[in-house]
Nanobody, 116 residues
Framework: QVQLVESGGGLVQPGGPLRLSCAAS????????MGWYRQAPGKQRELVAT???????NYGDSVKGRFTISRDNAKNTVYLQMNSLKPEDTAVYYC??????????WGQGTQVTVSS
């Protein structure tokens, strides 16, 4: 089992930055990749960004060039640096971990609201 705890959400003005963190615990050696997904009201959950244990990254089209995913292996933590935030980035952001056997784990979610 893997446990994920997100932090860093909140209210930010359009154009501003925000950084999310996701700390993993438990069977961390089984984790092959981690990432962030988001879900806005009335919409499906969508990919934001992922990063593999080898450091390869992948981003959703709507965040490319604005968001950066990174990881600190010593702290078992993944970060999502979000810049140039837009109102349409408002959503609940979920941390995700995928094991080497393709078991998926989810955090509880953290709210990000972009509004003036």
């Amino acid at each position: 089992q893997v446990q994920l705890v997100e932090s860093g959400g909140g209210l930010v003005q359009p154009g501003g930055p925000l950084r999310l963190s996701c700390a993993a615990s438990g069977n961390i050696f089984s984790i092959a990749a981690m990432g962030w997904y988001r879900q806005a009201p009335g919409k499906q959950r969508e990919l934001v960004a992922t990063i593999t244990s080898g450091g390869s990254t992948n981003y959703g089209d709507s965040v490319k060039g604005r968001f950066t995913i990174s990881r600190d292996n010593a702290k078992n933590t993944v970060y999502l640096q979000m810049n140039s935030l837009k109102p349409e980035d408002t959503a609940v952001y979920y941390c995700n971990a995928r094991s080497t056997t393709y078991t998926y784990y989810w955090g509880q979610g953290t709210q990000v609201t972009v509004s003036s």
